[in-house]
T-cell receptor, first 114, second 114 residues
Framework: DAGITQSPRHKVTETGTPVTLRCHQT?????MYWYRQDPGHGLRLIHYSYGVKDTDKGEVSDGYSVSRSKTEDFLLTLESATSSQTSVYFCAISESWGGTDTQYFGPGTRLTVL | GNSVTQMEGPVTLSEEAFLTINCTYTATGYPSLFWYVQYPGEGLQLLLKATKADDKGSNKGFEATYRKETTSFHLEKGSVQVSDSAVYFCALSNSGAGSYQLTFGKGTKLSVIP
């Protein structure tokens, strides 16, 4: 299994509070991704990173920001959480940026915004 | 744009039954195609992939053939086991358009009963 951990694994928070989710990898892969998984939507890309301090937006980036100060860590921040951000969040990594490359997923963080 | 359509679930089969999960896609260029599996409480794992037309991906008794003429990548297994109960996601990565982000289908939940 790829060495990917996510923390916390579960979190309950209130509307309007800031939340930061962490993804940590031990594979030294250059590319990292944040997805959200919602019933009836599959997985949708929020943000991705192609190197330290290099990030870009995905399909559903509104209300989210990311940072990557080290190769191994990719943080996802909800500046002011809303109930629509209740979801399961997955981090993924890949070794290269190519159409044939496999993405490896972390175990997920279940976030509930009340 | 890119899109993936999977047959809706849930699908319930008896052990040793034949499995087919249909997947069709829309994409420009020459996408790579993937099947990911998600076991309860876990992240997604790559099950198999195919990177060009007529390629067959296979793993753990599962197979899927990349059919460009029908834009399909149907997942099959000859004899399912209870341990195959999971959610299966079809996905594509479109290398022809300069973007390698994964686009997922909505997932198909499979339950196998003894």
């Amino acid at each position: 299994d790829a060495g990917i951990t996510q923390s916390p694994r579960h979190k309950v928070t209130e509307t309007g509070t800031p939340v930061t989710l962490r993804c940590h990898q031990t594979e030294n892969h250059r590319y990292m991704y944040w997805y959200r998984q919602d019933p009836g939507h599959g997985l949708r890309l929020i943000h991705y990173s192609y190197g330290v301090k290099d990030t870009d937006k995905g399909e559903v980036s509104d209300g989210y920001s990311v940072s990557r100060s080290k190769t191994e860590d990719f943080l996802l921040t909800l500046e002011s959480a809303t109930s629509s951000q209740t979801s399961v969040y997955f981090c993924a990594i890949s070794e290269s940026w190519g159409g044939t490359d496999t993405q490896y997923f972390g175990p997920g963080t279940r976030l509930t915004v009340l | 744009g890119n899109s993936v359509t999977q047959m809706e679930g849930p699908v319930t089969l008896s052990e040793e039954a034949f499995l087919t999960i249909n997947c069709t896609y829309t994409a420009t260029g020459y996408p790579s195609l993937f099947w990911y599996v998600q076991y309860p409480g876990e992240g997604l794992q790559l099950l198999l992939k195919a990177t060009k037309a007529d390629d067959k991906g296979s793993n753990k008794g599962f197979e899927a053939t990349y059919r460009k003429e029908t834009t399909s990548f149907h997942l099959e297994k000859g004899s399912v086991q209870v341990s195959d109960s999971a959610v299966y996601f079809c996905a594509l990565s479109n290398s022809g358009a300069g973007s390698y982000q994964l686009t997922f289908g909505k997932g198909t939940k499979l339950s196998v009963i003894p």
